[in-house]
């Protein structure tokens, strides 16, 4: 499975595809192979792997495992036109994480508020720093499944950009700077950040660790979502800096998100119609 892998993120679809294939047979439940031949819609073998996947969730399985297996059923029903099953599966996915790692709206809504009003307490700089002799990043974000990935290959078209994807160092400096992991974007709540952070230090730290990625180029992009909490710090932190944020349809976005198998942990809102 982890070769198949491979071969699909070097878009060698057809020796992926095979690669699941022979993960099954040797595994005929085994999760990720079973995702990812749901998600490239390979029709061969697609009914006796429904068969086996439904089989598969009658015995006891790790929770990651049942998720995953649940979400590859989604998309097979999908592709053979019954959305009532499908989503019965989608559903029932989400409600086994939902369970395992619940989204406090309550918690959350309290630590935005909570930020909102203490960011109106820093004293930004007005001052230019000077960051002309290196690289500017693009900064694109927004919610998850609002087409920033899309909008990335859009910029990059443009030969003065190079393209560098979801990275998390302007986070890490803020994180150094409280002595805190943060578990989501507003836990930089849980210290007196107003009078930690030194935004012009973390702006050029940023950019001495991450100037590297454009690869020459005069521009560079970051599409951590999660930087969208931090728009005001990054415009101050490094005023060369572009920020673009994206927006969708809520429905649009909410229900692709809901559909959509994140890494554990993330997105915790998307787990459940009603957080969403």
């Known amino acids: 499975t982890s070769y198949g892998m491979s071969k699909l993120f070097t878009a060698q679809i057809d020796e992926a595809k095979q690669l699941f294939l022979d ?27 429904i068969v086996n996947f439904e089989q598969a969730l009658q015995s006891e399985l790790p929770t990651e495992d049942e998720v995953i297996l649940r979400f590859a059923l989604y998309n097979e029903h999908e592709a053979i036109g019954d959305s009532v099953k499908a989503f019965d599966y989608l559903q029932s996915a989400n409600l086994v994480r939902c369970k395992n790692q619940p989204f406090d709206h309550l918690e959350n809504s309290e630590k935005i508020e909570n930020y909102i ?13 000077d ?17 920033t990935t899309l909008l990335e290959k859009c910029v990059t078209s443009l030969a003065e950009v190079e393209a560098v994807g979801e990275h998390m160092d302007f986070r890490k400096e803020l994180e150094l700077q409280t002595n ?3 578990s ?30 454009a690869h020459g180029r005069p521009y560079y992009t970051d599409k951590e979502n999660s930087n969208f909490a931090y ?10 800096a572009r920020i673009i944020h994206i927006r969708r349809n809520p429905m649009d976005a909410c229900f692709s998100g809901f559909r959509q198998l994140f890494a554990p942990g993330a997105y915790k809102a998307s787990y459940s119609l009603t957080d969403l």
């Open 23 to 49: 993960a099954l047979a040797i595994k005929k439940d085994s999760p990720c192979a079973a995702w990812q031949l749901s998600m490239l819609n390979e029709k061969e073998g697609r009914i006796e792997r």
């Open 117 to 129: 009003e203490r960011l109106h307490k820093i004293e930004f700089s007005n001052s230019e720093l």
């Open 131 to 147: 960051h002309s002799t290196l690289p500017a990043p693009v900064f694109i974000f927004g919610l998850p499944r609002t087409g």
């Open 180 to 182: 805190l992991r943060f």
């Open 184 to 213: 989501s974007p507003f836990d930089i709540v849980i210290r007196p950040f107003e009078d930690q952070l030194d935004l012009p230090l973390a702006g050029s730290r940023y950019l001495e660790k991450t100037a590297w990625r």
């Open 231 to 240: 728009a005001g710090l990054i415009a101050n932190a490094i005023p060369s």
